[in-house]
């Protein structure tokens, strides 16, 4: 049983900078997709970012492209992600879940492990 832990979202200024960082534990392989999708008030979740697993292969919604690095961290069987914001806008205000999933997808019925979500808010 995979299992998700996220931390870094909090409270910035709009232009400003946050770090989200995604730590897996139990079985997951090295080789799966992990990314960050995000859902703010009375809106559906929407995709922002995944790398694959075995090529570092990444995917960006256009909202965020350009200001939004994703990354991921195996070494040692840590399977860790983390998201890099920058210039960050108040539209970026949403909860961000972190997602692992076998395929690179654009879609979150494809990811079937979620972690509980951290409150990332910017303030104009």
């Known amino acids: 049983q995979v299992q998700l832990v996220e931390s870094g979202g909090g409270l910035v200024q709009a232009g400003g900078s946050l770090r989200l960082s995604c730590a897996a534990s139990?079985?997951?392989?090295?080789?799966?997709?992990m990314g960050w999708f995000r859902q703010a008030p009375g809106k559906e979740r929407e995709f922002v970012a995944t790398i694959s697993g075995a090529d570092a292969y990444t995917r960006y919604s256009t909202s965020v492209k350009g200001r939004f690095t994703i990354s991921r961290d195996n070494a040692n069987a840590k399977n860790t992600v983390y998201l890099e914001m920058s210039s960050l806008k108040p539209e970026d205000t949403a909860i961000y879940y972190c997602?692992?999933?076998?395929?690179?997808?654009?879609?979150?019925?494809?990811?079937?492990?979620w972690g509980q979500g951290t409150q990332v808010t910017v303030s104009s």
């Open positions: 997602v692992v999933g076998r395929f690179n997808s654009f879609s979150a019925s494809d990811y079937n492990t």
């Open positions: 139990g079985r997951t392989a090295e080789s799966y997709t």
